[in-house]
């Protein structure tokens, strides 16, 4: 999976959309409600904090059991203590991937789709660059990934 970086944006003016109370339904319709329960700014949401986050755009399939698709924008925390289970931004050696981290007796590299074989990195040659904490998917784009 090829990565390529971006930062956040240096404004810090938030921009606040609606954020609705009723929740939708993804099974049979329910009669929508008209008020708003708050605003929601998604750098709020997305980015605890700020001096630590970047955003990476993923390429690559290797991760789309995990609903991490080709053309993702990936929310990365580089100062989120990595747990077994989450899904990081690793190096190994010169080489950056996104893959679940495996932790205990022997350390691994997980993807997330069953064509690609785990990989067991040299402690001492792997690197944690951050957690992803959000993926951000174009509707239009996954749906393609998916067919």
Known sequence: MKLIMLTP???NKPINLPLFLEKVSC??????QDYVEKELDLNEYCI????????????GDSMKDGFLFDGD??????AEKPVSGDI????????FTVKRLQLGQRIALLPMNPTFPPFY??????????V????????RELLKCLD
Not at 48 to 59: E, I, P
Not at 132 to 139: D, L, P
Request: proline share 8%; no cysteine; glycine share 6%.
């Open 9 to 11: 944006a240096e404004s």
């Open 27 to 32: 099974g049979f319709p329910s009669p929508a």
């Open 48 to 59: 605890k904090r700020r001096s630590a986050t970047y955003y990476l755009r993923a390429h």
């Open 73 to 78: 924008l990936l929310v990365v925390d580089s």
């Open 88 to 95: 990081v931004v690793a190096s190994v050696g010169a080489e």
């Open 121 to 130: 990195p040299d402690p001492d040659d792997l690197n944690i660059f951050g």
């Open 132 to 139: 992803v904490t959000h993926i951000i998917h174009r509707t």
